[in-house]
């Protein structure tokens, strides 16, 4: 229309012979082409008033504020988690550490030794519980994530459903348990957990990983992230690199650094909210096999080097896991990365065997060394603490806390 309007009145202005006549042609020219721009601008505003973009960014999490504010406490300076989250196989070799049967009772009154210790909040802020265990309930009837809640211990629950072997690739593993996990953590929300934990596990073999094996792993745990988000619970992300073999220091933080910088593209991929996560990874040390020299001092340097290289500083806390360190290894390790001064995320702990090994000796099963088995937890929990602040004094030492809880190819 514009155009056959211009090609009309241009031939009229050519007749006139008045320019002022041609001049008033031409501005009425001009007015209605601007009309016309004017009313379809308008009309594209209206049909645009969503903005064009990727359908994600649009997404409105209703739990954002909520996991956001969790991930934070979990990563208050001075406190970590205890791992509680063995699974029914597993604690029964733990029982059978003290001659105590694998059974339902038996695993509620050990649990129930943990989560009622005086003052457990002073140094735990979080707990990861088996599924059992989020239901279970104490002597009196008292369910156990009320008793956590009003120790001011935040629980979590672990989703995973184990390891399988990757085929294709011998002697790596993925992990398994996708298919239900959006109705599992529903539920899991429901009953009162408000962080999860999904391990995937790794292996150096002849100095390498495979890239199937990071990818797989790396993949699976976003996606596990992903999903424990959109149902409100904070997704712990656990890359571990097993202890074994005779790796030395220097390989092994190659690839702490290439798994953990896999695990945060695939996070970034499947628009996971780093802000409402936090990271379980291992510290970086030589094989448990290896020969050479081994150093706190450089254990850590090299564990700062490779999580500064690859985690964002928009995660807020960094969750070691111990990976079958003796109980006093576990936490000069972490001493001394807390000791490089200030870092982009709370460096804290994630500890099962290396809080709980001391306390099941002490319990051995009889609920008349329940006061001695809880003084035994306080101090691994307090050491640990101390450690995240960078003022552990070895003051927690024993011969027994500095013998090793080393499994090879460890599961649980």
Known sequence: ???????????????????????????????????????TTTTMSAEEAKEAGPPSIFVKNQYLDEMVATAKAIGTRGKGILAADESTGTIGKRLAQ???????????????????TPDIGKYICGAILFEET???????GTPFVDILNKAGVIPGIKVDKGTRDLQGSPGEKYTQGITDLDVRCAKYYEAGARFAKWRAVLVIQNGYISETAIKENAWGLARYAAICQSKGLVPIVEPEILMD???????????????VTACYKALSDNNVILEATLLKPNMCLPGKQYKGKRDI????????????????????GIMFLSGGQSEEEATLNLNAINSLGDLPWSA??????????????????????????QEA????????????????????????????????????
């Open 134 to 140: 989020l239901y279970q309930k104490s002597g009196d």
């Open 245 to 259: 073999g005779t790796h030395s220091l220097q390989v092994n933080q190659y690839w702490t650094e290439k798994v």
């Open 377 to 412: 937890l306080t101090v691994r929990a307090k050491a640990n603490s101390q450690a995240q602040l960078g003022k552990y004094d070895g003051s927690a030492a024993t011969e027994d806390s500095k013998k090793t809880l080393y499994e090879k190819g460890y599961t649980y």
């Open 297 to 316: 001092k450089d254990n850590a340097k090299a564990t700062v080097t490779a999580l500064k290289r690859s985690v964002p500083s928009a995660v807020p």
């Open 98 to 116: 003290i001659d105590v049967k694998n059974e339902e009772p038996n695993r509620r009154r050990y649990r129930e030794l943990l989560f009622t």
């Open 1 to 39: 229309n514009i155009e056959i309007f211009f090609s009309y009145n241009f031939s009229l202005f050519l007749c006139f012979p008045c320019m002022s006549k041609a001049l008033n042609v031409v501005n009425s020219l001009i007015n209605s082409i601007d009309s016309t721009l004017t009313t």
């Open 348 to 373: 804290s702990f994630s500890y099962g065997r290396a809080l709980q090994q001391s306390t099941l000796k002490a319990w051995k099963g009889d609920d008349a060394n329940l006061k001695a088995a």
